[in-house]
């Protein structure tokens, strides 16, 4: 015979199985209630009392409450929490020390206590901080939400605070990396061929410190070119495995945000001994290959050297004297250097001739500009200058595309693995749909054209002499991620068979590895070292995500600062659509690079009429269409959000 505690428990169990549940994740409002959004695309309303134990982004299981036609859930139990290690802000209120979640969701000031490392009395209000939690009031025995606040960031109103905090988001380190002033060139068994009369050259901004290419051109008679392409050597000094190796493994990738650069290898090493500093003689690999007027790639042969740069030029010298030969008037500068003209027109030729080829060949996509930040010493903006890509970057960009084609291919024939670039042109998920769009849109498309490299340039082709930007932005949902992977595959973003950098060893670790892979061919190794672990790749490929989204935070941080004026004085701007969703658009600023959001109230007085097919890229108002992705239209900024680092628009 059951007791009463064991008949309790067995009916209270019966009750539970019975009530309706669903599991979902937690969005809030900024009105105090919420709403608890299921997998399979339902919505909850979650009432103001019930979202006071939940954080926006939790995973819970909620029971479901039915009153007449209403459906509202309360969170029973919490699956995963959405905020774990996150930035905040420090808050004190009566003696009582809290921090407030910097997300434009969460505006609850939680309860804090300190690290053991940290005094709280030196906590000030406002300080940014790195924390985590502790309790959450849905996990058994916890009664509220606590927080350990583990590391000081930035006090409030430190200049720095974009950067500090940027990086702190993301896990990214503050500072570059430490090392000791000694760095003997390595014994490697390698024998480097004495190329320091050979008249280099680098092409780079005015203000880069890290020079790794250098380039050597001259045509030939058959209206061939050869180029001889020289990449700094860090491997040369950093032996596989010790420490600074492991630390530049670690961090994957120098992180280049607007006025400042947090580098992969040590800064003596990355501005000073690899860099390729004119008339300072640097170990090399050096890539000769010959290019055909037709721009096809000819013969090719890697090697160790010793080179000399003899001349530091700029794009925009490059560029200026270029332009100014096709238009037929005098360059206002030349080239100096020994064989420096010859070598500029002779690159200007075979870049014509590349990309004449890879235009028919290959996949060629439309120049962007890039938006420089003119900072001051304590990270004011005072400009945000747009700078074209010209011929001069072009120029620089084909050499080591050819270069880095060379490698993939010497990497498959003789290694077999690498650190490969691979981009999938359709995401295999995703064939199915893009084919019924393509469709819709009266192009004839096979699923097997997606997965041939061959098939796929003839498509893109037809579609870009569409010259319709929405077909296009349509498409891009459709396409696959660039991944990092060992062993050789196409990239269907370039229409190449192969690719493979190397070009960029002082800044790139996965540079390194496929460095040291060449310098196996070139002593003859009998074995060559096992593809790196999947894990490898994988780091690699998420910290390249990781950086480009501290890039990116960086610079909408500093937009939202240098564009609060523009809200004062309702400057206009054009902006190109690059996304619909259901609660409005979001458009690129072309004049200076920033994203804005134009809610949907903003579209028309009347929100009934407006009409969002998110899935499709498009809006009517009024049942008649008026906005597409691809579009562009005139908006007027009138609101910059520091605290969420954000900008609002609405049509001009």
């Not at 390729?276 to 037709?294: H, M, S």
């Not at 969703?581 to 979001?586: E, T, V």
Request: charge should be negative.
């Amino acid at each position: 015979m059951l007791s009463n505690n064991s008949q309790l428990a067995q009916l209270k169990q019966q009750i539970r199985e019975k009530t309706p549940r669903v599991t979902g994740v937690i969005k809030a409002t900024d009105k105090g209630y919420g709403f608890l959004e299921t997998d399979d695309g339902q919505s909850f309303f979650v009432p103001p009392p019930a979202m006071k134990q939940v954080l926006h982004g939790d995973r819970v299981e909620a029971v479901l409450n039915e009153e007449k036609e209403r459906k509202s859930v309360e969170p029973e139990s919490l699956i995963e929490a959405g905020l774990n290690r996150f930035i905040g802000r420090v808050k004190k209120r009566d003696g009582r020390l809290s921090v407030v979640p910097d997300h434009p969701s969460i505006n609850t000031a939680l309860r804090a206590r300190t690290h053991r490392s940290i005094e709280e009395s030196t906590l000030n209000e406002g300080d940014w901080i790195v924390a985590h939690l502790l309790r959450h009031p849905l996990r058994e025995n916890d009664r509220g939400f606590f927080v350990q606040i583990d590391e000081v960031i930035a006090t409030g109103d430190h200049p720095s605070v974009p950067w500090r905090v940027t990086l702190a988001r993301h896990a990214l380190e503050q500072a570059s990396p430490e090392a000791g002033d000694s760095w003997p060139l390595r014994e490697e068994g390698l024998e480097r061929t004495d190329l320091t009369d050979v008249p280099f050259f680098t092409i780079d901004n005015a203000t880069t410190t890290d020079m790794d290419d250098a380039l050597s051109v001259e045509a030939l008679s058959d209206g061939r070119f050869r180029m001889k392409v020289a990449i700094a050597d860090p491997t040369a000094y950093v032996e596989q495995g010790d420490a600074v190796d492991q630390e530049a493994r670690q961090r994957a990738f120098t992180v280049y945000l607007p006025g400042q650069n947090v580098t992969m290898l040590p800064e003596p090493l990355a501005d000073d001994l690899c860099s390729l500093k004119q008339d300072e003689d640097r170990p090399a690999l050096v890539c000769t290959l010959e290019v055909g007027a037709d721009g096809v790639i000819g013969d090719y042969h890697f090697e160790a050297a010793t080179v000399r740069s003899k001349a530091r030029l700029n794009y925009e010298q490059v560029s200026d004297y270029i332009e100014a030969l096709d238009a037929g008037t005098t360059p206002s500068w030349t080239p100096d250097f020994d064989q420096g003209e010859a070598q500029i027109k002779a690159l200007a030729g075979l870049t014509q001739a590349r990309q004449t080829w890879r235009q028919q060949h290959a996949l060629v996509f439309a120049d962007r500009p890039d938006y420089v930040f003119r900072l001051d010493e304590t990270g004011n903006v005072l400009d945000i200058v747009t700078e074209e890509r010209r011929i001069g970057h072009r120029m620089v960009e084909e050499a080591m595309i050819a270069a880095n084609v060379c490698c993939a291919n010497l990497l498959s024939e003789h290694v077999g693995h690498g650190i490969f670039n691979v981009h999938q042109g359709i995401a295999t998920e995703k064939a199915e749909q893009a084919q019924a769009f393509l469709a819709s849109q009266s192009v004839e498309a096979t699923q097997e054209q997606f997965n041939d490299i061959a098939a796929w340039r003839a498509l893109r082709h037809t579609l870009d002499e569409r010259q319709d930007a929405w077909l296009d932005a349509r498409l891009r949902r459709f396409q696959g991620y660039s991944v990092m992977q060992t062993a050789p595959g196409p990239h269907f973003g370039m229409g190449l068979p192969a690719y493979a950098t190397w070009t960029s060893p002082i800044r790139k670790y996965g540079d390194m590895i496929n460095h040291r892979l060449i310098k196996q061919v070139l002593r003859g190794d009998a074995e060559h070292d096992k593809a790196v672990d999947v894990t490898v790749t994988d780091h690699l490929s998420e910290r390249r995500r990781l950086n480009r989204m501290a890039e990116r935070d960086v610079k909408d941080w500093l937009y939202v600062r240098h564009l609060a004026n523009a809200v004062t004085n309702e400057t206009p701007f054009e902006g190109e659509i690059v996304d619909i969703r259901r609660g409005g658009l979001r458009v690129r600023l072309p004049a200076n690079g920033a994203s804005a959001f134009v809610p949907a109230s903003m579209l028309h007085t009347d929100r009934d009429a407006v009409a969002i097919d998110d899935k499709e890229g498009l809006i009517n108002i009024g049942g008649e269409l008026r906005y597409r992705l691809g579009d562009t239209l005139s908006v007027v900024l009138i609101e910059a959000r520091e605290e969420t680092r954000s900008l609002v628009a609405r049509p001009a």
